[in-house]
């Protein structure tokens, strides 16, 4: 199939161990299976030497850029820098820890030709019974509070062009990783369809869990959550 442009955003805090590894994947990928490609590396505040590991990537690859915070604003501010920066037609979001390989992309691309939007969740992630629940409860309250009636686990394949024209950036007031899915609703909203996918995860090198799967995280969503379902009730009275 003919590859649609594709921006790979890669959000990063203090990734130096993993980074390397992530971009010689990402860039190995790019170089095998797509035509037109860029790697935007957003750094949101790092204070080791992720900044530099990058640089040097883009001095030898001029399709690797850095885009960088000054200081730690979170997943959603990351996003929004990497798409008003995108040059391309699609972009994906991907942790720069690796925990999703570049390769799991080509999972998820032939999709496009079913939907304009594909999402996926994750095959191979067992959960213990606490995280289990949690997860489930979570999507309940975010299914009643707003709505949410699709799955998102990993990454996903949006149209830049209806991310920053037809929604417009500024209207998204998620700066965690709900702005993933206040985007997504609102653009289902508009009418864009969505296919499903299966890709798979892998743990983070330093073994440490997720870093969004802590109590102040989950609160500081849940406040989102019930911003954006007052936003869309003042929208949509």
């Known amino acids: 199939m ?6 790979l955003i890669y959000l990063c805090l203090n990734e130096q161990q993993a980074l390397a590894r992530t971009l010689d994947e990402a860039l190995a990928f790019c170089e095998s299976a797509l035509g037109d490609w860029e790697i935007l590396v957003v750094d949101d505040g790092s204070t080791d030497q992720s900044a530099d590991i990058v640089r040097a990537y883009a001095a030898r690859e001029p399709r690797v850029r850095l885009l960088q915070h000054a200081r730690n604003l979170g997943m959603g501010a990351g996003l ?11 972009f994906c979001m991907l942790a720069a820890d690796g925990q999703i390989p570049a390769a799991e992309l080509a999972k998820m691309l ?17 959960n213990n019974a606490v995280r289990t629940l949690i997860s489930r409860s979570f999507r309940l309250f975010m299914r009643a509070a707003v709505g949410i009636d699709f799955a998102l686990e990993g990454t996903y394949l949006f149209p830049v062009a209806v991310a920053r024209d037809r929604i417009g950036l500024q209207v998204i007031g998620s700066n965690t990783f709900f702005f993933s899915f206040e985007l997504l609703i609102r653009a289902k909203r508009l009418g864009f369809a969505t296919a499903d996918s299966v890709i798979a995860s892998r743990p983070r090198l330093d073994g440490n869990g997720s870093r969004v799967a802590n109590l102040k995280q989950i609160k500081m969503v849940a406040n989102e959550v019930m911003k954006l379902r007052a936003r869309l009730a003042a929208e949509h009275p």
């Open 2 to 7: 003919n590859t649609p442009s594709l921006s």
């Open 80 to 90: 929004k820098t990497g798409i008003a920066a995108s040059q391309k037609d699609y």
């Open 110 to 126: 032939p999709l496009l030709t079913h939907a304009p939007i594909v999402l996926s969740t994750y095959g191979n992630r067992p």
